[in-house]
């Protein structure tokens, strides 16, 4: 099972997010923790990764387990950890290898074109930001989302 990390990053009512090449979503910036690293460690470090900030301490905000189909059988599980973080220093990379680096205000966060998933994890992190949120989510090979199980639910 892959282990990702990543982070939500809440700066004058806007996310730093990164608009991937392939799809053309959006995403939040982390990636694969790696043998011997804390969840924090993770998410620091690749935080830093792709978008040369520092960010200074990171709040646990979801734990998720992903299960990709290729019809019925299971190709792809990993589990995600995502933070949300309010303080941070450096300066913007002007190039990241993932793809663009976009400060995107909060309103406008629900309408950019992003995986299902994404999607309700921010409504619950934009709307409740002390409750963790736990979940699964099922998708096809192609991030077509077939199931999902939210604690809290979304509402």
Partial sequence: MQRVTNCIVIDNEQVLLLKKPRRGWY????????????IKESVTREYREETSLNIKNPRLAGVFTFNIFDHETIIQEWMMFTFVCQTFDGKLTEHCVEGELEWIPLNQILDLPMAEGDRNIFKHILSNNKDMLYGTFTYTTEYELLDERLDPAIS
């Fill in 27 to 38: 995403a939040i910036p982390g990636g694969k923790m790696e043998q011997g690293e804390s």
